[in-house]
């Protein structure tokens, strides 16, 4: 490793922004702003201090305790922030400190984002999937790899894909199979990833998502129409296929 100081700052860097994305995890369900006010504890409201809201270790400072009244805080907060430092240190080794590292990460934390907040609430909240399709399209015209058409493809017929699947689901069962955040979340990966990524994406994340409810269903006997969110498979689909792509 001879570029030590660049996956140190990497790591510091999606650490920090992994913080971030978890007031985003716990604020936009809830439509509140994500910068103010400053974080409470959700027990006693005391304000957090600065130096126990650094990034992963002041969870394990506090052993995973609030410092006033002990309440215990989520083991969501160090895992975000641990993945997210993670994702940024591969994402490093892949492409550098480059234009395409940012637009990446900040394509990789949204879906991180909403991994978290549609198993939770089984919801993908607009304000992450449509800028994020602004992000993807206004990047594909300067990105050493980008290509303006596959981008504006990708957006078009990996949303418009999904919502003929929904469109023929709700006909065919009478009832609703997949949200419409589901069609906004292909689209903006479609924008990142162009048509054939958005396909894959879809494939790949079908895949998952069976396996997954078979296993629930062997698990727990429970009938096949127990929804579970398609969202976080598709989310995860769309990283293997960011890092898959960038590192063949
Ligand atoms: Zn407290």
Same mark, same amino acid.
């Given at each position: 490793?001879?570029?030590?100081?660049?996956?140190?700052?990497?790591?510091? *860097?999606?650490?920090?922004?992994?913080?971030?994305?978890?007031?985003?995890?716990?604020?936009?369900?809830?439509?509140?702003?994500?910068?103010?006010?400053?974080?409470?504890?959700?027990?006693?409201?005391?304000?957090?201090?600065?130096?126990?809201? @650094?990034?992963?270790?002041?969870?394990?400072?506090?052993?995973?305790?609030?410092?006033?009244?002990?309440?215990? @805080?989520?083991?969501?907060?160090?895992?975000?922030?641990?993945?997210?430092?993670?994702?940024?240190?591969?994402?490093?080794?892949?492409?550098?400190?480059?234009?395409?590292?940012?637009?990446? !990460?900040?394509? *990789?934390?949204?879906?991180?984002?909403?991994?978290?907040?549609?198993?939770?609430?089984? @919801?993908?909240?607009? *304000?992450?999937?449509?800028?994020?399709?602004?992000?993807?399209?206004?990047?594909?015209?300067?990105?050493?790899?980008?290509?303006?058409?596959?981008?504006?493809?990708?957006? =078009?017929?990996?949303?418009?894909?999904?919502? !003929?699947?929904?469109?023929?689901?709700?006909?065919?069962?009478?009832?609703?199979?997949?949200?419409?955040?589901?069609?906004? !979340?292909?689209?903006?990966?479609?924008?990142? *990833?162009?048509?054939?990524?958005?396909?894959?994406? !879809?494939?790949?994340?079908?895949?998952?998502?069976?396996?997954?409810?078979?296993? =629930?269903?062997?698990?727990?006997?429970?009938? =096949?129409?127990?929804?579970?969110?398609?969202?976080?498979?598709?989310?995860?689909?769309?990283?293997?296929?960011?890092?898959?792509?960038?590192?063949?």
């Amino acid at each position: 490793m001879n570029d030590a100081p660049g996956f140190i700052l990497s790591a510091l *860097l999606g650490a920090a922004l992994g913080s971030f994305a978890n007031v985003c995890i716990l604020r936009l369900p809830q439509g509140e702003s994500v910068v103010r006010p400053r974080s409470r504890c959700p027990r006693c409201q005391k304000s957090i201090r600065w130096h126990d809201n @650094i990034p992963l270790f002041s969870f394990f400072f506090l052993r995973g305790r609030c410092r006033f009244c002990k309440a215990s @805080i989520s083991l969501q907060y160090p895992l975000v922030e641990g993945t997210s430092a993670l994702l940024a240190v591969g994402l490093y080794a892949l492409l550098g400190g480059s234009l395409s590292f940012g637009v990446y !990460l900040y394509f *990789l934390l949204s879906l991180l984002v909403i991994v978290v907040i549609d198993a939770r609430h089984q @919801i993908i909240p607009d *304000l992450l999937t449509l800028p994020g399709m602004g992000v993807g399209l206004g990047s594909s015209f300067f990105l050493p790899t980008g290509s303006p058409l596959q981008s504006f493809l990708g957006c =078009l017929i990996g949303g418009g894909s999904l919502y !003929l699947v929904a469109f023929i689901y709700r006909s065919l069962r009478g009832m609703e199979g997949l949200g419409g955040g589901d069609v906004k !979340l292909l689209a903006m990966i479609g924008s990142f *990833l162009g048509v054939f990524g958005a396909f894959l994406t !879809l494939f790949i994340g079908s895949l998952l998502g069976s396996l997954v409810g078979l296993l =629930l269903w062997i698990r727990y006997r429970k009938g =096949l129409k127990t929804a579970i969110p398609f969202g976080p498979f598709l989310s995860i689909a769309a990283a293997i296929i960011l890092f898959w792509g960038e590192k063949g």
